[in-house]
C-alpha cells in the first residue's frame, strides 16, 4: 500500500472542487457561458516528473490559454459591474425625483441615500444583477488563480530542469 503524502491529499482536495464557467460577450453584447472549468485542471498544474519534456514544452501554451480565459473573465466582470451600476443608478434617479401628481409632490420629501438604497436592494431585480456580479466575480478569481498555478509551475519547472542538468553534468574530482 502506497503512503499518502500531503500534496496527494491537497490534490484530493482540489479535485473535489465544483466546476464553474468563464463566460463570453457576443456581438449583441450578451453574457453566455463559454467554457466550463473542471477540477481535472488540477491534474495539469501537478508537475508529472516522467514526463517533463512534454510539459515544458506545452507550459506556455497553458500559460497563454489561460491569460485569455483570465482576460476574458474580467471583460465580463466590467460589463456585469457596468450593469449593474446602471440599474442602480436608474432605480436612484426614480426614488429621488418628486412624485408627478401636486397633490402627492407637495408633502414629498427627498428620500436619505440610505434609505434609496435600502429600497433599491429589496427589488427581485437587485439580487438579478448582484448574483451576476458575483458570478463573473468568482470567474475571474478562478481564472486568475488558475494561470497563477501555471506560472508557478513554470518557475518549478525551470528549477527542476536546472537541477536534473547538473546532476547529469560530469563533474571532475580531485
Partial sequence: MSEVTLLDQYIARLQNI??????????QGNVNPW???????VRDLVIQTYDLQTQVQIISTQIQFWGRMESQAKRVWQIEERNYR????????ALSQPPSDLI????????????????YRQTPEYDHYWAAVERAEEAFNGAHAILE??????DMLRSHVYRSREDGQARMSV
Fill in 18 to 27: 465544483r466546476p464553474f464557467n468563464i463566460y463570453n460577450i457576443d456581438d
Fill in 35 to 41: 467554457y466550463e472549468v473542471t477540477p481535472e485542471v
Fill in 86 to 93: 446602471r440599474w442602480r443608478d436608474g432605480q436612484y434617479l
Fill in 104 to 119: 402627492e409632490a407637495k408633502d414629498w420629501k427627498k428620500p436619505t441615500e440610505k434609505k434609496i438604497e435600502a429600497l
Fill in 149 to 154: 498555478g501555471f506560472r508557478a509551475k513554470k
